[in-house]
């Protein structure tokens, strides 16, 4: 089988109808659609239209990884293509991405362009710049640690390179987000096609919003398990571009984990911080070391600092020599 939809479900309501049928208007002749409803009660996966394409799987309330991974499982497609049970795929997903799968055997995950709507009202404004961002992202791997790089609803993957890497874990962790880090630590290749392939419904109950799974201390958990496994795999000489907020959790973990932080850079007044020097942004051309990190939330800081740093250090490649943290 070509390609399997993987679309979990829990209390779908109205929006259920709407995302399963946008999945089996996308299914080729050798394609499915596996639904996972993870114990709901509201009826919404009984008033489904039976479709030769579709099938249902039933568990008790166990949550959204565990459905994943059952359905999963499950799956009998070459790939697998994910979308939530409130979003709608539009014409010609399968067609970009699968194409893309089918021509480089080292690409693991394909994400693509997104639309973001409500039911009611305007979308969040910070919902809206993340997608803005995604729509804009030329490489993924480049600013894996500021965000997730691909939005998981307008994901395609190929099953056996997510096997490989053990699947959706559980946790308090963001599944998707440690999903492809794991595969780009491993050296897979992640991309997004230049191609709006979902239609994002924003509303008060996605889980990004209610669930502590996503929290920033969630997704620092993630971007330090992935430095671990490769840029900072062993000890090296680290400068940390940082405040004074966001700086302070990085440059403790950095000591902790037998880094040598050779300075941090900063604009503010402080000359030290925890016994490392910090110096302004002039400096780094003096300075010599193996990571620089950039730890700067403010809007338009990461732009800024991209832009000093092609004058100051063009040697630096970033997500290479440098990360962006977020």
């Avoid at 929006?15 to 299914?27: D, K, M, N, P, R």
């Avoid at 099938?55 to 497609?77: I, N, Y």
Wanted: glycine share 8%; net charge neutral.
């Amino acid at each position: 089988m070509r390609c399997s939809w993987l679309i979990p479900v829990r209390d779908g309501g109205s929006w259920l109808a709407e995302a399963v049928t946008s999945a089996i208007a996308g299914c080729g002749n050798n394609d499915e659609v596996v639904l996972v409803n993870d114990g709901s009660v509201d009826g919404s996966v009984e008033a489904l239209t039976p479709h030769p394409n579709l099938r249902t799987l039933h568990q008790t309330k166990k949550g959204l990884v565990a459905a994943l991974e059952h359905g999963r499982r499950e799956c009998r497609g070459q790939y697998i293509a994910r979308l939530d049970a409130d979003d709608i795929a539009l014409p010609g997903r399968l067609h970009h991405q699968i194409t893309a799968l089918d021509t480089d055997p080292n690409l693991a995950a394909i994400g693509g362009r997104a639309t973001l709507f409500t039911d009611h009202g305007p979308a969040p404004k910070g919902m809206q710049l993340y997608i803005d961002w995604i729509n804009n992202l030329d490489d993924p791997h480049r600013e894996i640690l500021v965000e997730s790089p691909l939005l998981h609803p307008s994901v395609t993957f190929r099953a056996t390179h997510v096997e490989q890497v053990g699947g959706y874990r559980s946790g308090k962790l963001p599944e998707d987000y440690d999903l492809w880090l794991r595969l780009v630590a491993k050296g897979l290749r992640i991309t997004n096609v230049a191609h709006e392939v979902v239609s994002i419904r924003d509303h008060s109950g996605r889980l990004t919003r209610t669930d502590s799974r996503y929290s920033r201390s969630a997704f620092d958990t993630c971007r330090r398990d992935f430095l671990q496994k490769t840029a900072l795999a062993e000890p090296r000489r680290v400068v940390l571009w940082a405040g004074v907020r966001g700086g302070r959790p990085w440059l403790r973990w950095l000591k902790t984990g037998g880094h040598q932080v050779i300075a941090v850079i900063d604009i503010g007044q402080s000359t030290v911080r925890s016994g490392v020097p910090v110096l302004p942004p002039a400096t780094l051309p003096n300075l010599d070391f193996d990571i620089l990190l950039v730890a700067v939330g403010a809007r338009g800081a990461r732009d800024r600092i991209r832009n000093d740093l092609a004058t100051l250090r063009p040697d630096l490649m970033e997500g290479q020599n440098w990360w962006a943290l977020l």
